[in-house]
């Protein structure tokens, strides 16, 4: 197994970058657990719906609004597992995802590509998804193979589990996944397990992990509730990854938009630790500022430097294994 280089560790204890106070931490957190307490989160699925109220969260059946009392965000944010393992076909592309430590990944999923032969800019295919994993499979500093392309050539309703295959027979790093739905997440399941030997083998060497995304402003969504919860059930790992956008889903504050931001990543670990206690689950960012000009994600821009550099910040006083996506 791997055990990558470490970022942000002390070496110099007089020179120092740190983007964020603790007391900027201390507030966002505050300002969080207010949100989910008086405001809450929006739920669509029933089983979800079920599993907060079990767990001691207010739920309005009526509105679909749950609202969470801060010790039980607590509580998640204590039993959520500190290191996360992603393992490979090749054990030799196992890595720990835990506190100090970088890696990378590519990131997912485009739908369009330029042809590395004929130069067209075209949909992807099941093929381009093929090559793509056999190329990041030689590239030594990505660390795991997310579906960089769909499979656009193929029927949608198996879009997830065709692509997933696709990950797994042609590389031997951990593949992440774009399951959508319970059946989704239990194919590739049992795909995993036929991999390594059973499903007790895969929760021990998850050879797959889930990706998925709360809807912003504050929606966790049928799909969104059904890979948090079958991914805990079966014990594999989920990058939960809220999408905000200042100015657009989210308040046009960098602050606001990190409460935001906060709010749907732990309302999702907590679906999660009431699902399954000890779920291994990884605070996931994609969220940055709209580029009003096209009512786009300003990808590379300033503002999603400082919010992925809060993102990170806040991981660490979490103790959680952190993701964050953009250049």
Known sequence: MKRNLQAGARRNAALRLEVFTDADLDDIHRATLEVLERTGVWVEGDEALDIFSDGGCKVDRETRVVKIPPHIVEDTIRDTPA????CGRDPRNDIALEAGRVGFTNFSAGIMVIDPRTGEYRESRTQDVADLARMTDYLSDIDTFEHAVEGRDAPEATLAVRDTALGLLNTTKCVGTGALS?????AIVR??????????????????YFCECPVSPLKITRDAGEVIIGAA???IPNNVISMAMAGASSPVTLAGTLVT???????SLTLAQLTERGAPSIYGSSTTAIDLRFAAASVGSPEL?????????LAQRYKLPSF???A
Do not use: K, W
């Open 83 to 86: 290191t996360v393992r992603l």
């Open 182 to 186: 319970t059946y989704d997440v239990d």
């Open 191 to 208: 795909m995993g397990a036929a991999v390594v030997g059973g499903e007790d083998q895969l929760r021990e060497r998850p050879v797959v």
């Open 233 to 235: 059930r079966h014990g």
């Open 261 to 267: 931001h906060n709010c749907e990543v732990l309302a």
């Open 305 to 313: 430097s400082l919010i992925n550099a809060a993102v990170a910040q």
């Open 324 to 326: 964050v996506a953009g």
